[in-house]
Every structure is written in structure tokens, then in C-alpha cells.
């Protein structure tokens, strides 16, 4: 019997704000809650997070997240997986992104801590 139940959640505003199509047969894909039991101590257990704030499940915990759903080939896509299709076809490179949202997100940093220090500053 299983006591402990965690419900993991990854960008659920890409998840249901936006239509995605199937890269198998283009179709209109839906949404569909996957629910799965796994044991602390298995070796599946690898992958799943079992902390929970400052507790940690032991035992059968039941781990539950929404994938893609293709209603006409009967296929899951996960959502990195169907991010990374989109990437492809959109003509992105993944990792150059990656490295222009570092730089932006350092230059806005150091833009913020200057002007902190600016403003603190005795006169």
C-alpha cells in the first residue's frame, strides 16, 4: 500500500497554453497524467527525487507527471523530449541559447548589483 504520493511539475504554462503537433505523424498532441509507483531503495529510484522540503519518503512512494499524447500513433513524449523537436524545428541550437541566456543573465546581474551599490553609497 502505498502512503506517500509526490506529483512532479514541469513548465505547465508550455504544458497547456500552447498547441503541440506529434513528430511522428504531426498531429495535435493532448495531455495525459502518468502515474507510477517506485521504491526508494530500487534501483529505478536513480531518477526520482524522494525529498520532500526537509523529509526524504522511504519505501513505495507514487510519483505523478503529465507527458505528450499523440491520439493517433498511441505515443508519449515527454516534455524535454517535445522541447527539443520544437528546437529542431525551429532551427535552434540548444546549447548557444543556453550560453546567450547566461551572458544576458550575468549582465543584468552585475547591472543590478552596480546600481545597488550606487545607491547605498554614503554621500
Not at 500500500?1 to 495535435?28: R, T
Not at 519505501?59 to 522541447?83: A, L, M
Not at 543573465?105 to 554621500?123: C, D, G, K, Q, W
Request: glycine share 4%; hydrophobic share 40%; with cysteine.
Amino acid at each position: 500500500m502505498v502512503k506517500n504520493k509526490k506529483f512532479l511539475v514541469e513548465a505547465p504554462i508550455y504544458m497547456f497554453k500552447k498547441k503541440h503537433s506529434c513528430a511522428y505523424c504531426s498531429s495535435l498532441l493532448t495531455t495525459r497524467k502518468v502515474t507510477r509507483v517506485i521504491n526508494s531503495s530500487s534501483p529505478e529510484a536513480d531518477g526520482f527525487d524522494f525529498s520532500m522540503g526537509d523529509a526524504y519518503f522511504v519505501g513505495d512512494v507514487e510519483f505523478s507527471w503529465y507527458v505528450f499524447y499523440c491520439t493517433n500513433c498511441k505515443e508519449e513524449v515527454s516534455i524535454k523530449e517535445q522541447k527539443a523537436y520544437e528546437d529542431l524545428l525551429k532551427g535552434r541550437d540548444v546549447s548557444k541559447r543556453r550560453v546567450i541566456n547566461r551572458i544576458i543573465n550575468t549582465i543584468v546581474f552585475l547591472i543590478i548589483a552596480a546600481l545597488y551599490i550606487y545607491i547605498r553609497r554614503p554621500r
